[in-house]
């Protein structure tokens, strides 16, 4: 079957404009997770959902970070008021289970400019 | 400060060679380690997963080894191919927030005919 998807793969904004980035998990994956990779480095810990629930927000690195999944099936990671510091690859893994094997997707490379 | 570190950082190997890759960590209270493999331009994809009391685990040319006293692990790539060409990234999670990941950078592996 289909893997995770996140749409666009790449996106470039200007400094101060609000990005939306949205992930489609593996059909019936109940948990969903979101990754911040800096060039370079490994992916770091975001938020986590389990069905429509937020149940850990703790790596989401300030309040311009705001992550939902209002029907437990897509999620969409929004950054309001993006900074240079906020250019990175942003990654989406789901996971049938909890807390399961993680499946990633190709994620998704912002850019700011 | 990273809890997991992975050395070396990149390395180049001859087609049909073999390698190690290592990898130390300080998460505490320790769950499971993991091998992902990051193709450029991928989401990373699970190679092995080791808990506690697993010392080893084959994933066809793939051998990973947990030691959980020294807190050490590390992966053996045998009789390379081109297409082992990628970023090997170590993962390991704490008891009871297991599916928080924590990433190394990762090492990046070359493979030249």
């Known amino acids: 079957g289909a893997g995770v998807s996140q749409s666009p793969r790449y996106k470039v904004a200007k400094r101060g404009q609000d990005v939306a980035l949205r992930c489609d998990p593996i059909s019936g994956h109940v948990s969903l997770f979101w990754y911040q990779q800096a060039l370079g480095q490994g992916p770091e810990f975001l938020t986590y959902f389990q069905n429509e629930a937020q149940l850990d927000k703790s790596g989401l690195p300030s309040d311009r970070f705001f992550a939902e999944r209002p029907e437990g099936s897509v999620s969409t990671l929004k950054i309001q008021r993006t900074q240079q510091e906020d250019s990175a690859v942003y990654l989406c893994a789901s996971s049938s289970v909890f807390p399961g094997e993680q499946y990633f997707g190709p994620g998704t490379r912002l850019t700011v400019t | 400060k990273n809890q997991v570190e992975q050395s070396p950082q990149s390395l180049i190997i001859l087609e049909g060679k073999n390698c190690t890759l290592q990898?130390?960590?300080?998460?505490?209270?320790?769950?499971?380690l993991r091998w992902y493999k990051q193709d450029t331009g991928r989401g990373p994809v699970s190679l092995t997963i080791?808990?506690?009391?697993?010392n080893t685990k084959s994933n066809g040319r793939y051998t990973a080894t947990l030691d959980a006293d020294t807190k050490q692990s590390s992966l053996h790539i045998t009789a390379s191919q081109l297409s082992d060409s990628a970023s090997y990234i170590c993962v390991v999670s704490a008891w009871r927030v297991d599916y928080k990941l924590s990433f190394g950078a990762g090492t990046t592996v070359t493979v030249r005919a």
């Open positions: 080791m808990t506690f009391s697993e």
């Open positions: 990898c130390n960590y300080t998460v505490s209270p320790f769950s499971n």
